[in-house]
């Protein structure tokens, strides 16, 4: 499960009910200002050093009508994870220098053969030393909480130096500065901002205002056209424009873990299971296709699931279930700590390559422990959705709650599978 972190609604983000009639009316205001994305507001990314990256950058801009000087071919590993410093010279920089030449673009399309992760920094040996000396102080205090006849106020004080000590050694550890490379680039346009842990989202509905550290100005749309396989990838990318034409058919499938109630959510876990459920009914309100909702712990088994179009559940750890049979266009979205670790290893059965490598055309998931609170909310994310007017990258964006975090968005950021 999730390690135990609760979200602090107060000081993190407050989280709005969606309703029907709210998400009309943030949808007319989003329509009056132009916000639906178009194929010239994209930069495509793609590794020079990869001949299919960049045959396969070329066959999205063709089939979106990009403008062929919408590209920035780059020269860097195709390894999943790439070094912090390697990251900074072969991708950022480059990516930099061609947004700042082209104001207009507002979303970044990453394609196969672009690094998922960009690691935490390696750590110098002065840097190294000061963290092993850490460590025996924490072992030191850790012997001495063992004793017996320790007085209250002493084993307190004790207490509190070791979480002060646990808390510095994370820090220059500098483990929290790993992160989902799209959710780094994401903020090129940034001047400045915190690399340690999650910033808060200023698209993102659910955040107060005056908590956001970041404006809109500084955020780019990303989202990658990635997989196993570039045959995978090709898919991808055709099954959206075919089931952009036709509309997408099918079932939703939304696989919570408690029945749906009345009580007030005292968890992130809660909150994000009934999120399940009203995501659920919006869709089904939506007319837009059949819904069936499952509000036991038991997941949907092989076979439950025939003409999955639309899925949305958890829990299941790096462990997908094959219980799906994927129309083409779908969308697969499974809450679990670990799902987008990898997309290419052998034998991984991390639910979104398992959903790529059966079907989908779009996925999301972490690089790492995002933490509940740091999923897209489903009711906002199938909310615009199925309203139609928005693309997937947009409808990702405003469900997202953190950037230079651990979330990443598979698929063609145009597509719009229930478009008017």
Same mark, same amino acid.
Not at 3 to 11: D, E, F, I, L
Not at 272 to 279: L, N
Not at 358 to 363: K, S
């Given at each position: ?14 989280? *709005? ?7 009309? %009316? ?6 009056g200002i132009g916000f639906a994305l178009e194929p010239d507001e994209i930069l495509v ?25 919408? /590209? &920035? ?52 040996? %002065? ?41 510095? /050694? ?14 780094? =680039? ?35 749309? &990303? ?8 045959? /995978? ?18 079932? #939703? *499938? ?27 009914? =919006? ?25 999955? #179009? ?12 094959? %219980? ?10 499974? =809450? ?11 034998? @991984? ?10 079907? &989908?055309?779009?996925? /999301? ?17 199938? @909310?615009?959705?199925?309203?139609? *007017? ?17 979330? =990443? ?12």
């Amino acid at each position: 499960m999730f390690p135990n972190r609760r979200p602090h609604y107060r000081h993190q983000f407050f989280l *709005y009910s969606v309703s029907i009639i709210f998400t009309a %009316a943030v949808l007319f205001g989003l329509r009056g200002i132009g916000f639906a994305l178009e194929p010239d507001e994209i930069l495509v990314v793609a590794n020079n050093d990869r001949p299919e990256s960049v045959a396969l950058a070329k066959y999205y801009m063709e089939r979106r009508k990009v403008p062929s000087g919408n /590209i &920035v071919l780059l020269k860097t590993n195709a390894l999943e994870t790439i070094p912090r410093i390697d990251y900074d010279q072969q991708i950022a920089a480059p990516v930099r220098s061609a947004v700042s030449n082209r104001p207009h673009i507002r979303c970044l399309l990453l394609v196969y053969g672009i690094p998922l992760k960009v690691a935490a920094p390696i750590l110098t040996a %002065a840097e190294k030393e000061k963290v092993r000396s850490l460590q025996q102080e924490q072992r030191n205090i850790d012997a001495m909480l063992k004793s017996e006849g320790l007085k209250a106020a002493n084993r307190q004080s004790l207490e509190d130096e070791l979480k002060r000590i646990k808390n510095e /050694i994370g820090s220059r550890k500098k483990t929290a500065q790993l992160a989902a490379l799209d959710s780094e =680039i994401a903020l090129i346009r940034a001047s400045e901002y915190p690399l340690s842990g999650r910033v808060p989202n200023p698209y993102f509905l659910g955040h107060k205002s005056h908590e956001n550290r970041l404006k809109k100005k500084d955020v780019l749309m &990303v989202s990658r056209i990635d997989g196993p396989t570039p045959g /995978i990838v090709r898919r991808i990318i055709d099954d959206a424009l075919k089931a952009e034409a036709a509309g997408l058919k099918g079932t #939703a *499938y939304f696989d919570a873990r408690w029945p749906d109630n009345d009580q007030r959510a005292r968890s992130g876990y809660q909150y994000y299971d009934k999120s399940i459920h009203k995501a659920a009914g =919006i869709v089904k309100k939506s007319g837009r296709m059949p819904v069936v909702v499952d509000g036991s712990e038991r997941l949907f088994q092989k076979g439950e699931c025939p003409e999955a #179009a639309l899925y949305c559940g958890w829990y299941s750890l790096a462990k997908y279930v094959d %219980a799906f049979e994927w129309q083409p266009g779908a969308i697969g979205f499974h =809450i679990a700590s670990a799902e987008c670790t990898t997309l290419k290893k052998a034998g @991984s059965q991390v639910w979104c390559k398992k959903m790529l490598e059966n079907g &989908v055309a779009a996925t /999301i998931g972490p690089v790492g422990e995002p933490y509940v609170d740091g999923f897209p909310l489903p009711e906002v994310f199938f @909310s615009f959705l199925v309203d139609g *007017y928005l693309t997937l990258a947009e409808c990702y964006l405003i469900s997202l709650p953190y950037l230079s975090w651990k979330m =990443i968005l598979v698929g063609d950021p145009l597509y719009r599978p229930f478009k008017p």
